[in-house]
């Protein structure tokens, strides 16, 4: 189905442009937390902002860093971070400046 509406549109052999095209990433979301100091009503994750559990489910900056790095290795653009409540990380400075120096 694909290949004949690819075929169409372009004019083009689908299979031919499928291997030559390489996936790119343009942009990436990255939560970096399930913990919160807050409280907001419409939110369905704010876990407590000293909740072991979601702590210990959280990956290191060492690991978010070498996502980061691999995204951009694939064109990403623009990173979005995100939570809960990003900010409660103590690495967070260590983080966003690595997404800086990558360009994000």
Do not use: W
């Amino acid at each position: 189905m694909a290949e004949q509406y690819y075929s169409r549109i372009t004019g083009k052999d689908y299979k031919s442009v499928a291997k030559a095209a390489k996936p790119r990433l343009s942009s990436l979301d990255i939560e970096l937390t399930e913990r919160c100091n807050c409280n907001c009503i419409h939110c369905c994750i704010n876990q407590p902002e000293k909740d072991p559990t979601s702590r210990s489910k959280e990956l290191s900056a060492e690991d978010i860093k070498e996502i980061l790095k691999q995204a951009v290795s694939l064109g990403c653009l623009t990173v979005r971070i995100t939570g809960g409540e990003p900010l409660l990380r103590e690495d967070f400075g260590e983080i966003y400046i690595s997404a800086r120096r990558l360009g994000l």
